[in-house]
T-cell receptor
Framework: SQQGEEDPQALSIQEGENATMNCSYK?????LQWYRQNSGRGLVHLILIRSNEREKHSGRLRVTLDTSKKSSSLLITASRAADTASYFC??????????????FGTGTLLAVQP | NAGVTQTPKFQVLKTGQSMTLQCAQDMNHEYMSWYRQDPGMGLRLIHYSVGAGITDQGEVPNGYNVSRSTTEDFPLRLLSAAPSQTSVYFC???????????FGSGTRLTVV
């Protein structure tokens, strides 16, 4: 089974609104990463948060991490039509050789209506 | 700076045929990984490597082989293609586990 699960599976909002996506994972992590995938294309790395960090910002993106709840959230503020994409969380785990594996969740499909 | 280059972009195979998906990166990254993406399944890790000469299995390694003879190249071999291997395959690379990965544009493989 996959390490991460995103919630919701699909999200539709209006341009200018904020979009929040959540990721839950099962085992202790080394870091958690968020990626974007436009339809039919490769993934693009957005942001990485380490297990000892609680919040990171990058432009209109804000990521939080709660290791006690094994969850993370990605907030996109003031969304634009160009933000329409699938968003994935991915984790490296915190034991042995598993720190070298990047395991993905199932993704959230975000649609931003103009 | 080309990043991660995957070839071919599209491929149709007959059941039982073998082939190699190529992946090359020019960023001197030590970590390289292969994923497959199926509808509704997200990305699943097939094999990964943390440096030349070092490879290990991911979540779904059966039916696939890899080798890493140079830092730049990480080919994925399908030994005997099956319809269940119809998927989009992505190669990715990173400096280490504490950096984000750079992805290639993918190979869309159909096995008939």
């Amino acid at each position: 089974s996959q390490q991460g699960e995103e919630d919701p599976q699909a999200l539709s909002i209006q341009e200018g609104e904020n979009a929040t996506m959540n990721c839950s994972y099962k085992t202790s992590i080394n870091n958690l990463q968020w990626y974007r995938q436009n339809s039919g294309r490769g993934l693009v790395h957005l942001i990485l948060i380490r297990s000892n960090e609680r919040e990171k910002h990058s432009g209109r993106l804000r990521v939080t991490l709660d290791t006690s709840k094994k969850s993370s959230s990605l907030l996109i503020t003031a969304s634009r039509a160009a933000d329409t994409a699938s968003y994935f969380c991915a984790t490296t785990m915190n034991y042995g050789g598993a720190t070298n594996k990047l395991i993905f969740g199932t993704g959230t499909l975000l649609a931003v209506q103009p | 700076n080309a990043g991660v280059t995957q070839t071919p972009k599209f491929q149709v195979l007959k059941t039982g045929q073998s082939m190699t998906l190529q992946c090359a990166q020019d960023m001197n990254h030590e970590y390289m990984s292969w994923y497959r993406q199926d509808p509704g399944m997200g990305l699943r890790l097939i094999h990964y490597s943390v440096g030349a000469g070092i490879t290990d299995q991911g979540e779904v390694p059966n039916g696939y082989n890899v080798s890493r003879s140079t830092t730049e190249d990480f080919p994925l071999r399908l030994l005997s293609a099956a319809p269940s291997q119809t998927s989009v395959y992505f190669c990715a690379s990173s400096r280490t586990a504490n950096y984000g990965y750079t992805f290639g544009s993918g190979t869309r493989l159909t096995v008939v």
